[in-house]
């Protein structure tokens, strides 16, 4: 079986947590959690005949007081960008740990995750930031972790990418 990395990378209270736990557990909390340092869970998905093992890696939230510490990035197949839709700044990190992450890591696989999306009258991320995103190669999904909408596809659109599997 193969095993890959990836690691949950965002400003704080983002729903990185949440959609960790709505995959892996089936799970959502209406309590706030803040992570400290990293939190793995581990999730076997099916990728045709294929198995693979995925790390989730929860990496706590980051903001101006606490920067990621890109040695938790090492030995990452993929990571997972996401952005809070109800709060345009989480956007904006986005762009910046990506680009971060990729000096780090080279050009390994990701996605855009769009989360709140049962909160969609109060988005401030607009469709033509997500559009200029997509121009430039980003696959992005709107999600909901408390619903449970489009996680498990932007988790396994994740592992294809990383096996390279293009289906």
């Known amino acids: 079986m193969i095993q890959k990395k990836i690691c949950m990378l965002g400003a704080s209270a983002v729903g990185k947590t949440s959609l960790v736990s709505r995959f892996v557990r089936s799970i959502f909390s209406e309590k706030y959690h803040t992570t400290v340092g990293v939190k793995v869970d581990k999730k076997v998905v099916a990728l045709g005949e294929d198995q693979m093992d995925l790390l989730l890696w929860d990496l706590y939230g980051e903001d101006e007081f606490q920067k990621m510490r890109t ?14 839709g109800t709060r345009h700044e ?27 999306i ?5 988005w401030e991320v ?7 995103l997509g121009k430039r190669g980003w ?3 709107r999600t909901s972790a408390k619903t449970g909408e489009g996680v498990e596809q932007a988790f396994l659109a994740l592992a294809r990418k990383m096996a390279g599997v293009t289906a």
């Open 118 to 122: 049962d909160l969609v009258d109060k």
């Open 90 to 116: 989480t956007l904006e990190k986005a762009v910046v740990l990506q680009n971060r992450t990729e000096e780090t890591l080279a050009k390994v696989p990701f996605v855009l995750v769009l989360n709140k």
């Open 71 to 84: 040695s938790y990035l090492r030995g990452s197949s993929g990571y997972m960008l996401v952005v809070d």
């Open 126 to 132: 607009d469709d033509s930031a997500i559009e200029e």
């Open 139 to 141: 696959t992005a999904f």
